[in-house]
Structures are given as structure tokens and as C-alpha cells.
């Protein structure tokens, strides 16, 4: 019962946590407008102190009286707050407080990035002492200048150093302040003078620049300019201003470096040798003083910047199918399975020394201790008895449970509770995930929410019989992603043959999916693109290799920290790479029809792609080894295994058996490449895939969706050989037959001929070289584009002519 109770109690305390997140920017809002009002209230207190402050003076111990006014424009609160930071603080160069916090405010308010305004608390807080430090020598004719702050400091100093001391210490303060504040250097300087004196038109050249640079500052719309992720801005056609304020702190880069090279002469001993000239260059320091430059101007590169108003999908768009009932944990029936289990092996003669159980949202795990002595083996052999006494399917025994002494038998309920994506989406756990890409799956047996991070994986292996839950598995990791992750982050590859299944993605084509150039819809549903596409990623792969290497970095997330750091110029390609998740549902299809040519590249993104940041996620209903081969099983350590038929496929999709032994409806397998753990995957039905689609879809959009490189091959994508020599044997006869049937499928061959899939699909390629019949159209059968076995004797033999 108490387990219910805290279930319940989680529940409810997840959307105010939601609700949280998502009103900081508000709280922003209304904290940054107080501090602005906050900091002129204060401003004027503070000059009207200065002119009342000795008027306002007896009335300062009877703050609290009503009855009492002061001559402070902000009446006894001004008087007091102004004589405590004034008189009784640091005296008047406390003046620049009111500017602090009005520039916090509107940092707060703007929701711009803090960091930048700690220098200048720092640096404020430093000339306040300065001042008050300095201003403490006057403080018997001018009290308030320096404060009993500016006093005490200066008198207590004074002890020890003297009133020299104090001016030596206030003079190196200065230069402190000038040096690294103002960056007032004796070399700056000179340079600045000399460059003034050497040319005039270079100085005319300079004011233009700084006057560009300065309207640039100003235009934030071009700072929006600067995201390179687009792809007009990194259009090398499409030189922005930008661009020009980038090239010119580049150029000043090159026009420094020579006064940065240090020379070194080495003379030798003997006087008849040349004495030779070393330079040195300190290329490194100056790049990362540029970056540091950079960030300091604009702040960190901001992928987000273009969609910067793009609103997160909220938690509400989705469906709480428990109504915060969490699960219901059944008494009766535990007692009953408990009694079943003991009895059943005791009509074994095993002895149980304990027994617990864990309720989980479908099944309940019953864990035992057996008695010692007992052989682990006996037990795991009595798998169908023990299903056979409590009359259930889907019993799973794990003897034993991995890091635990005990054995655990899973028994389904019966009542399974539905896992919804609203509750995942809604726990800390998903909501705290520190991941690249967080993906919530659903519900431990203990009822945990269960997440994962797919840059991990790094590759995602999907099977289950179908109308156990593949579909709505894909939705969950979609929706997570979108949850998650801003359209400048992730971008989507989604191949669906079924045509129906991730349709809905298409709404929000221009926010997260990617495609190929020249292609209308995003979302493949034609095989023969699929191996264009694939062919493009591997394209893409390389590039980004490329970007890596050139940048020095090991993997996609310090690239882009790199990047964001500004350490990395746009100019020579670099840009944000956002992650690109290829999502092929329903594999099986795939492999049967193109084979090899789909299988090489996805298993070379497989191995490779990981960390440039490209993951895969392929489903398929036949998990045998012709589709899941070696190549591609080898490569994909992440298996998310759905009930499936047979004890067989549960061994190619997990390499152990216990998908098969699964309830289904999203009850699944998963592992990482250890150990196996089962789960409840969470639900999302497709309105609420909808909900979120129209959600995303109704904002702010790209122009269009995120491009992927070309890839010139084939028109039809599969390798036709139109080579007459090389035809098979009986292409004359698979043509005969179907022109007598009009009708291009490899089935019919396959039936007519006796032929094997693979033979009679590459006898359907040789017949579309040759012109016999049209290329793939999916699910349809192929057009016949000879009417009779006349017109096929004919087109024979002006091909041997030819
Ligand atoms: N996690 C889940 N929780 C509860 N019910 C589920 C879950 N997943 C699936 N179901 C139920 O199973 C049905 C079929 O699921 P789904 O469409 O995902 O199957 P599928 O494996 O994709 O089938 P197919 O391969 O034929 O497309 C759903 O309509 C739903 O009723």
C-alpha cells in the first residue's frame, strides 16, 4: 500500500516541476523590471540624500514611526537605505550601484546571458573601494565621501602603512584596473600613437571601420546573421556583414603578428661564423585572444539564435491515461501467485528461504531465495511449470538476477496499467537528464522511469512481431527528442516504406527533419531514395570527419563546444553540426529489395558514425539473420527487442532467448550490450504525436528543412545493368512472363519461374534496364511497358542490332 501511496505522490509533484521550468524566463521578466525600477528608486534617494542628507539626519532613529517625514524624494526609506550605503557604507562612488543593478535588470529582462555582467560587478565593486578608500582621507571636512567604510579602511591602513603606503597601494590598484580592465597597455599605447603619427589615410580607413563595426554592434538582427548553421549564411554566394566584421578581426590577426614575433639572435663564438636569426611566433595565444575577443563582443555562438522564440512543446499536449492513479497494486492477487510459486516448487522439492515482489506497471517480478543446496538449473528448467500452475503467459525466469543472489521469476499482471509518455516526459529523471540525447523509454519493473542516452548507444536495433509495439516505440523516442532537443540540435532521416507510420512527422519537415536536395517530401517512403540517401549521409560523415580533424577534436560534442566558443572560423567551413538521427522503420523491406546496396553504407555509418554524431535507429518485424545480418548486428550494440514469434528470432534480435516470452503491447526487452533489462515502453498514441506535431509545425520555421549533401548516383538508386551478355538465363522467359500477365511484380516470377526472391528481383532490375518494365513504385506492382510478346520480339531484336 505504501508503495501506491508514493507512486501517487511522485505523480503529483511532476507537473509543478514542469511548470517551473518552463516559467523561468517569466521570473526572469519580472525579477529583471523590479531590479530596473529598484535601481532608479535608488538612484534618486541617492542624489536626493546629497541634499538633505543633514536634514534628514534626526529623523533616521524614528524610521519606523509613521508620523515622521523626511525631506528624501523617497521619503524615510530613501534617507535610511542612502544613509546606510552612503554614510555608513562606502560613500559616494556607491552611486554606481543604481547602474549596476539597472544593467543586471535589464540583462534579466532582455534574457541575455548573465556571464557577461559578472566583470562588471567585479570591476564595479573594485572603484567603489578605490574611491572609498581614496576618498577616506577627507573625511573629517567630507563625511560622506568615502564612508565609514572608505574611513575605517583608510585608518586601518594608515597603522600599519602610512599615509604613503595608502597612496602606493591606491596607485597600483589604478594600474591594476587599467591593465586589466581598460587593457591600457605601454605597448598599446605607443602602437596607438605611432599608428596615429604613419599614415593618415590609414587612419581615415580605421574611423570607417570602427564606424562599420559599431552600427554592426548595434544591428542584433545581424548578429542573428552570424549563425552559420544556416545555410544562406554559410552560402559562400551570400557574403553578409557578418561576415566583413569576421574577416576584418581576422585581418587584424594578420596585422599584428609580426610585432608579436620575438627575435632571437644567436651569435657564435668564433667571429668568422654567420651569427643566424630565430624567430618565434606565438601563433596559439593570439587565436585563443581572438575566440576570447569574439565571445566577449557577441557571447558564445548560439545555435538557437535564428528560431530563438521557438517554444518547447508542453507536457499538457499529452494524454494522462492513469488520471494520476498510478498503479494499482492487487493484494489478492499477489497472495495467490506467492502461494502458486511456493507450492509449485515445493511439488519439486525445492524449499524457498524467502520470497518478495516488485510491482511493475505490467508485470510483477517475484524474487526468491532458495533454500541452500538448491540447484539454480532446477528451477530455470521449471519455467513451463510454473507458467502451467499459474495459468499465465509470458513468465520469465532470470535465475539468477545479475548482482543479486536471488532468482526472479516475472509474472504479467492482471491488469496491466498503461505507461504514459505524459508521466516519463513529466519525471525528474527525463526532465534532469544531463544527456546528449535523452530519450525516455518507460517504466522499469520497479516502476522507475527509465532513460536513456542515444549518443550513447550509439545505434539502435528494433525488432517485435508486428502489432506489439514498434510504432508506438518509434514515437516515444521521436517525441522524447522533440521534448528535448531544439530543432538547431537534432535533425531527423525518416525512412518509412509502410508509408503511414511517421507521416505526421511531416508538419514539422522545416524545424526537424532533414533531406536531400531537389527532393519534395522529406519522409522516404520510396526504397529506391533510400540508398540516395543513405549514400548522402556517408557524404556527410566524411565532411563532418573532415570538420573534426581540421578543428582537432575527437567527437561532435567538442567540436561544438569548440565552435560555440567561437575558437573555430566560419570562413573555412566550420559550422554548428546539429545530431542527425536516421530512423528506418521497417528494415526487413529494405533488405529484401536493394540488399547489399543499402546494407554496405548503413553498416559504414553503423561503424563509423558514432561520434560525428549521426545515430541509427532501424525497426524491423523479421528479425532472421538475412536482414539482420552479421555486418549490421555486429555494429548496433543497443537492442530494443518487442514480443516476437519464435524462441529463434529472439535469439538473433537479443542473442538470447525471452522475447518471445514477452505479453506485448510495448512490453519489451532491452540492453545495451550487457545485461538485458525489461521494460515497459511508454504509450503515445498518434493524436498526441499529432497534438505535438501541429504544435511544432504552427511556429517559427526554417526555410526549409536541413539539407544533406548530394549525392550523384544512379537515377533509380539500385545498380541496373543493362548489359545483354550479363543478363540471366531466363530473362527471355521472365519477360514472356510478364507481358502475358501485365504485370511486373518478383513474386510472380518467383511463382511462374521458381525462382528465389534475390534471382527474380535482379531479373526485375534487367527488365527495367531494358526498358520492359517501370521503375519501383513501392507497394504497387511495376508498370509493364510492353503490351504483347510481339512488341517484345521486336525491342529484342533492335537491341542485338544496336
Ligand atoms: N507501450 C504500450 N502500452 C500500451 N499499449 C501499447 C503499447 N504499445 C503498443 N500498444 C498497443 O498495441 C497496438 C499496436 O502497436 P503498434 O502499432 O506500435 O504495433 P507495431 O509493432 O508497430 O505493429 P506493425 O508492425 O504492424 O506496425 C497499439 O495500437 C496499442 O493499442
Not at 334 to 350: F, M
Not at 556 to 568: G, P
Request: with cysteine; glycine share 6%; net charge negative.
Amino acid at each position: 500500500m505504501a508503495k501506491t501511496k508514493r507512486s501517487k505522490s511522485t505523480e503529483s509533484k511532476q507537473p509543478q516541476k514542469s511548470f517551473s521550468l518552463k516559467s523561468s524566463k517569466r521570473t526572469k521578466i519580472i525579477f529583471g523590471s523590479f531590479l530596473i525600477l529598484f535601481s532608479i528608486g535608488l538612484f534618486i534617494s541617492f542624489i536626493s540624500y546629497f541634499f538633505n542628507w543633514q536634514a534628514d539626519q534626526s529623523m533616521l532613529g524614528h524610521v519606523l514611526e509613521r508620523g515622521k517625514t523626511a525631506n528624501n524624494w523617497l521619503n524615510k526609506f530613501g534617507a535610511y537605505i542612502s544613509h546606510l550605503l552612503i554614510y555608513k557604507g562606502f560613500g559616494v562612488s556607491i552611486i554606481s550601484l543604481p547602474a549596476m543593478l539597472f544593467v543586471t535588470g535589464v540583462y534579466l529582462f532582455l534574457n541575455l546571458k548573465l556571464f557577461k555582467i559578472r566583470s562588471l560587478w567585479f570591476w564595479g565593486f573594485y572603484l567603489i573601494v578605490w574611491f572609498s578608500l581614496s576618498f577616506g582621507f577627507f573625511v573629517n571636512s567630507y563625511p560622506i565621501l568615502g564612508g565609514v567604510v572608505g574611513y575605517e579602511l583608510n585608518d586601518f591602513l594608515q597603522d600599519y602603512i602610512g599615509k604613503l603606503g595608502i597612496v602606493l597601494v591606491l596607485i597600483f590598484m589604478l594600474i591594476i584596473y587599467l591593465v586589466s580592465r581598460l587593457n591600457l597597455t605601454p605597448d598599446a599605447l605607443s602602437k596607438s600613437f605611432t599608428k596615429h603619427k604613419e599614415n593618415v589615410k590609414e587612419e581615415v580607413s580605421e574611423v570607417k571601420f570602427e564606424r562599420q563595426t559599431n552600427s554592426e554592434k548595434t544591428n542584433t538582427k545581424e548578429e542573428v546573421a552570424l549563425d552559420p548553421s544556416l545555410d544562406t549564411e554559410t552560402d559562400p554566394s551570400h557574403p553578409h556583414d557578418k561576415d566583413v566584421e569576421m574577416e576584418s578581426t581576422f585581418s587584424e590577426k594578420s596585422l599584428k603578428e609580426p610585432s608579436e614575433k620575438e627575435k632571437i639572435v644567436i651569435k657564435s663564438e668564433d667571429e668568422d661564423d654567420v651569427a643566424m636569426e630565430v624567430e618565434t611566433t606565438q601563433d596559439e595565444e593570439e587565436s585563443d585572444q581572438l575566440s576570447k575577443k569574439l565571445v566577449e563582443d557577441f557571447g558564445e555562438f548560439d545555435p538557437t539564435l535564428e528560431l530563438a522564440n521557438y517554444q518547447f512543446p508542453s507536457i499538457e499536449l499529452l494524454k494522462d491515461y492513469n488520471s494520476g492513479r498510478g498503479i494499482t497494486i492487487d493484494q489478492k492477487e499477489l497472495e495467490q501467485n506467492k502461494n502458486k510459486i511456493v507450492d509449485t516448487l515445493k511439488n519439486y522439492k525445492i524449499e524457498i528461504a524467502q520470497i518478495k515482489a516488485t510491482v511493475g506497471p505490467t508485470v510483477t517480478l517475484y524474487e526468491i531465495v532458495p533454500e541452500a543446496g538448491i540447484r539454480i538449473s532446477k528451477i530455470k528448467n521449471l519455467e513451463d511449470d510454473i507458467a502451467l500452475s499459474l495459468s499465465a503467459l509470458g513468465i520469465r525466469i532470470i535465475a539468477p538476477i545479475p548482482g543479486k543472489g536471488t532468482i526472479g521469476i516475472e509474472v504479467p499482471n492482471q491488469n496491466p496499467s498503461v505507461v504514459p509518455m505524459r508521466s516519463v516526459v513529466a519525471s525528474n529523471k527525463f526532465q534532469n537528464a544531463e544527456m546528449e540525447l535523452p530519450i525516455a523509454m518507460g517504466k522499469t519493473i520497479s516502476n522507475e522511469t527509465y532513460t536513456v542516452d542515444l549518443a550513447k548507444m550509439p545505434h539502435l536495433l528494433m525488432a517485435g512481431a508486428t502489432g506489439q509495439g514498434k510504432s508506438v516505440g518509434l514515437n516515444v523516442i521521436l517525441t522524447s527528442l522533440l521534448y528535448q532537443k531544439h530543432p538547431a540540435e537534432v535533425k531527423f532521416v525518416l525512412v518509412d516504406p509502410k508509408k503511414v507510420e511517421l507521416t505526421l512527422f511531416n508538419k514539422i519537415e522545416r524545424h526537424y527533419l532533414a533531406k536531400l536536395p531537389d527532393t519534395e517530401e522529406a519522409i522516404i517512403t520510396d526504397n529506391t531514395k533510400v540508398i540516395n540517401t543513405l549514400n548522402s549521409l556517408c557524404i556527410e560523415m566524411d565532411n563532418r570527419y573532415d570538420l573534426l580533424k581540421d578543428a582537432m577534436v575527437r567527437n561532435i560534442k567538442e567540436y561544438n563546444t569548440k565552435f560555440k566558443a567561437r575558437k573555430l572560423n566560419p570562413e573555412n567551413g566550420h559550422k554548428f553540426l546539429p545530431y542527425i538521427i536516421l530512423v528506418v522503420d521497417e528494415f526487413a523491406d529494405l533488405i529484401m529489395t536493394a540488399g547489399k546496396e543499402v546494407e554496405t553504407p548503413i553498416a559504414r555509418l553503423a561503424q563509423l558514425a558514432r561520434a560525428i554524431g549521426i545515430h541509427l535507429i532501424i525497426a524491423t518485424q523479421r528479425p532472421s539473420v538475412n536482414v539482420i545480418t552479421g555486418m549490421i548486428k555486429a555494429n548496433f550494440p543497443a537492442r530494443m527487442a518487442f514480443r516476437v514469434t519464435s524462441k529463434i528470432d529472439s535469439r538473433t534480435i537479443l542473442d538470447a532467448g525471452g522475447a518471445d516470452q514477452l505479453i506485448g503491447r510495448g512490453d519489451m526487452l532491452f540492453t545495451q550490450g550487457n545485461d538485458l533489462i525489461r521494460l515497459q515502453c511508454a504509450f503515445v498514441d498518434t493524436p498526441e504525436v499529432e497534438r505535438i506535431t501541429d504544435f511544432i509545425g504552427s511556429q517559427k520555421a526554417y526555410a526549409d528543412a536541413h539539407l544533406l549533401p548530394e549525392y550523384s548516383g544512379e537515377e533509380s538508386g539500385i545498380g541496373v545493368d543493362n548489359d545483354i551478355e550479363d543478363r540471366d538465363k531466363l530473362f527471355k522467359d521472365a519477360a514472356e512472363v510478364i507481358i502475358t500477365a501485365q504485370q511486373g511484380s518478383a513474386s510472380l516470377l518467383q511463382r511462374k519461374l521458381k525462382l528465389g526472391y534475390n534471382r527474380a528481383g535482379r531479373i526485375i532490375d534487367q527488365l527495367e534496364a531494358a526498358g520492359i518494365v517501370g521503375p519501383f513504385e513501392g507497394s504497387k506492382a511495376r508498370q509493364v511497358l510492353v503490351p504483347d510478346l510481339l512488341a517484345l520480339e521486336e525491342l529484342l531484336k533492335n537491341e542485338q542490332k544496336s
